[in-house]
């Protein structure tokens, strides 16, 4: 059985066994359940939607950090709202995510990489460059404990390994200049035929925002022998659409790995 589908299967018996508990939050109700990702009211804890409001300052403005750039949050989507993310990255190649949260604590969508995307050459892509995405909040955010989420992400791309079954958890701070929150997690993508000392990876992240404006660091790939990976970016947020440069590999502990440059390109709407 592939890694895909062995990871696909502990998602869903988790999802299964943890569903029940949350019921309430599968309520299938008015799309206007939750609040929006560009309200300016003060920030709510645990909401994810990277929106305060502090006195004398723009209040911050930007949609709920799902990720920090590869490095997963514990963060989900609104109930009914939909994204669609493009990557593109050193060589002409494009990775294109699509998300649709179905509920409060829940999302699920599709990747796929088209390497030589732009260019002259053929398109580049097999099996394994397209794969489910998924995310569920095992517990949520509240002003002493963090969010934490379980979930799978992929595929590889560019020089970026598969996440594959990752356990994310995130945890916001207001400060004097809007709010920073903080993120961690591991990962391993050998869910099949995991060795712990081998297969198992760690991340973490910081992101932050004002006005409109983002903020992201992570440290991506701790526990890799090839060494962790430093990549950071920024994001400006129009809505419908957010555009975000990221730059990877920097001081990277990884051996003749240049630092190299990322556009993104995401739409957010609802349904």
Not at 156 to 170: C, F, I, M, N, T
Request: no cysteine; glycine share 12%; charged share 20%.
């Amino acid at each position: 059985m592939s890694k895909f589908w062995v990871g696909t299967a502990l998602f869903a018996a988790v999802l299964g066994l943890l569903a029940p508990a949350h019921g309430a939050d599968f309520e299938i109700g008015p799309a206007g359940g939750g609040s929006s990702p560009a309200a300016t009211s003060p920030a709510v804890p645990g909401s994810g939607t990277g929106s305060s409001e502090v006195p004398g300052l723009p209040a911050a403005d930007v949609p709920a950090w799902i990720d920090a750039g590869d490095v997963p949050t514990a963060y989900t989507l609104q109930r009914y709202e939909v994204r669609t993310d493009f990557r593109l990255y050193e060589g002409g190649g494009i990775l294109g995510k699509a998300y649709l949260g179905l509920f409060p604590r829940f999302f699920i969508g599709g990747a796929a990489d088209a390497r030589d995307f732009v260019g002259s050459g053929p398109v580049q892509m097999n099996r394994d460059d397209a794969e489910v995405l998924a995310r569920f909040e095992l517990l949520k955010e509240d002003e002493d404990l963090p969010a934490v989420s379980i979930g799978w992400d992929g595929p590889s791309y560019d020089s970026v390994a598969e996440r594959g079954l990752y356990l994310s958890a995130s945890k916001e701070i207001p400060t004097a200049v809007g709010f920073v929150q903080f993120h961690g997690g591991v990962n391993s993508a050998q869910v099949g035929s995991f060795v712990a000392s081998r297969d198992l990876r760690a991340s973490a992240a910081v992101t932050t925002a004002i006005y409109n404006y983002g903020i992201f660091t992570n440290l991506d790939d701790a526990l890799d022998p090839l060494g962790a990976r430093w990549n950071a970016g920024l994001e400006g947020h129009f809505a419908p659409i957010t555009l975000g440069l990221e730059f990877r590999d920097l001081a990277s502990a990884r051996a003749d790995t240049p630092v190299s440059r990322l556009l993104r390109v995401t739409w957010i709407g609802r349904f």
